[in-house]
C-alpha cells in the first residue's frame, strides 16, 4: 500500500522559508515520478513541482525561482524548500505519487497523495 507522509509546514513570515518533507512507502520510490499540489483556501488543487525517476525537475510559473523540489531515493523522501515566500503561497501541500516513472508533470488524477502539510505565510 501507497503511503505518503508529508511534514515541515507551519506559520511563516512574507519572505520566509520553509523545507517540506515527505516520507514514502509501499513502493520502490526511485522508480516513479513524484510531485507537489498545493489547495488553498476555496480554491482548487494547483500542481507546483515534479521530479521524474532520473531527477530531472519542473516548476510551476508561480513558483520558479523560489521552490526547490529534490529526492532523496537512499530515504524514500521527496522533499521542496520553499523560499521569497509570500501570502499567495498559503495553501495545503501534499505530495504526490505518479503511475509513471518518466514524467513531466508527475501528477494524474488518480495520483496517490498524503494527508497534506499546512503552509501559511503571514505578518
Known amino acids: 500500500e501507497v503511503t505518503l507522509v508529508e511534514s515541515g509546514g507551519g506559520l511563516v513570515q512574507p519572505g520566509g522559508s520553509l523545507r517540506l518533507s515527505c516520507a514514502a512507502s509501499?513502493?520502490?520510490?526511485?522508480?516513479?515520478?513524484m510531485s507537489w499540489v498545493r489547495q488553498a483556501p476555496g480554491k482548487g488543487l494547483e500542481w507546483v513541482s515534479a521530479?521524474?525517476?532520473?531527477?530531472?525537475?519542473y516548476y510551476a510559473d508561480s513558483v520558479k525561482g523560489r521552490f526547490t523540489i529534490s529526492r532523496d531515493n537512499a530515504k524514500n523522501t521527496l522533499y521542496l524548500q520553499l523560499a521569497s515566500l509570500n501570502v499567495e503561497d498559503t495553501a495545503m501541500y501534499y505530495c504526490?505519487?505518479?503511475?509513471?516513472?518518466?514524467?513531466?508533470?508527475?501528477?494524474?488524477?488518480?495520483?496517490?497523495r498524503g494527508q497534506g502539510t499546512q503552509v501559511t505565510v503571514s505578518s
Open positions: 521530479i521524474n525517476n532520473l531527477g530531472a525537475t
Open positions: 504526490a505519487k505518479s503511475k509513471y516513472g518518466l514524467c513531466s508533470r508527475c501528477y494524474e488524477d488518480t495520483s496517490s
Open positions: 509501499g513502493f520502490i520510490f526511485s522508480s516513479y515520478g
